[in-house]
Structures are given as C-alpha cells and as structure tokens.
C-alpha cells in the first residue's frame, strides 16, 4: 500500500481484489471530499455494488440509495439514487480527469452531485472543467481494473469496505 501522508484525507476501499487507496483532495473539491468521509464513517458506502462500468472509461459507483448489496441489489434502479444529504455543488477546477481520478456523478445538472462517484480508467480530458475532481487512486488501481464491466453489470462487484484511513 501507499504511503498515508494525510490520514484524514485519505479513503481506503477494500474491494475483492484488494485495497484501493484514495488521496482526497479537499484543497480543491472541500464539500465532495467531506461528503465522502461523512459517508464512509456512517458505512455508507459499505456493500454498494458498481452499477455501470465502461471498459476503457471509468467505474461508476456510490448510490447508496439502490446499489446495497445487503438491502438488495435493484439493477432498474441502481445509478438513480444518492444519500438522504442534500445535492453538492459543483467544484470544477484545473484538476485534469486522469488515470484514477475520483470525479463526482451528477445528472445534467452541474449541481446534483451527491454520493455517487467514479474512478477513470484512463485519461479522460473531455470531462475536464465538467465534472469535480476531488481524489486521485494513488494505491491499488490494478484492483480498480479488475472490476466487473456491466451496464449495470450481470455480477457487479462492489466496495466491501469504506473507511477513512484516520479511523482504520
């Protein structure tokens, strides 16, 4: 694993592969970077599946509302839903949308991000200044590549585990 410079700041999600670890970036992205530790620490996150992964784009996950494995995996709904907190806005900035950057899922409106998020499986540029970057992989994409493809996918895999690494 990576080294932790800021333990605070840093998510560490276990999938099946392995774990992944995020360096938030609250410097950039303050309300997303919160949002997701206030729902990690809540275990929100715990047992979501990733309801829409695209070979050679991103990972799409973090519906906490449809996409729980333990309360029951609705494929129809999946990807629609967020938290019960309320829709962030955005926080676009120069952040480039590279190879294992965290971006937030929103509808067409730029201010409905809530839960959800995505991890790039490559550079993905077009989305730049579109969507809020708020971390970056910096340990474990190798298990991110892993993950099963599926609009939603057949199998999906999901987060086992979400935990700031300050409380791990």
């Known amino acids: 694993m990576a080294e932790i410079k800021d333990p605070e700041n840093t998510i560490i999600i276990e999938l099946k592969d392995g774990p992944v670890v995020i360096e938030l970036l609250p ?7 919160q949002r997701m530790k206030d729902l990690a620490r809540a275990g929100k996150y715990d047992n979501v599946a990733f309801h829409r992964v695209i070979d050679g784009f991103m990972a799409q996950t973090g519906d906490v509302e449809h996409a729980n ?19 962030l ?17 929103r509808s067409s ?14 550079d993905n540029h077009f989305l730049n200044r579109q969507y809020t970057v708020y971390g970056r992989v910096i340990s474990g ?14 199998n999906p895999d999901r987060m086992i585990t979400v935990k700031v690494a300050a409380d791990a």
């Open 27 to 33: 410097d950039v992205a303050p309300h997303h970077s």
């Open 141 to 154: 994409m190798e298990h991110v590549d892993k993950i099963q493809r599926g609009e939603p996918p057949m």
């Open 89 to 105: 806005p955005a926080e676009f900035s120069g952040v480039p949308h590279d190879r294992g950057t965290l971006g937030a899922a």
């Open 109 to 122: 409106n730029p201010n409905s991000a809530n839960s959800q998020f995505f991890i790039n499986f490559k």
């Open 69 to 87: 494995m333990e309360q029951g995996w609705n494929p129809r709904r999946a990807g629609t839903g967020g938290s019960d907190l309320p829709d």
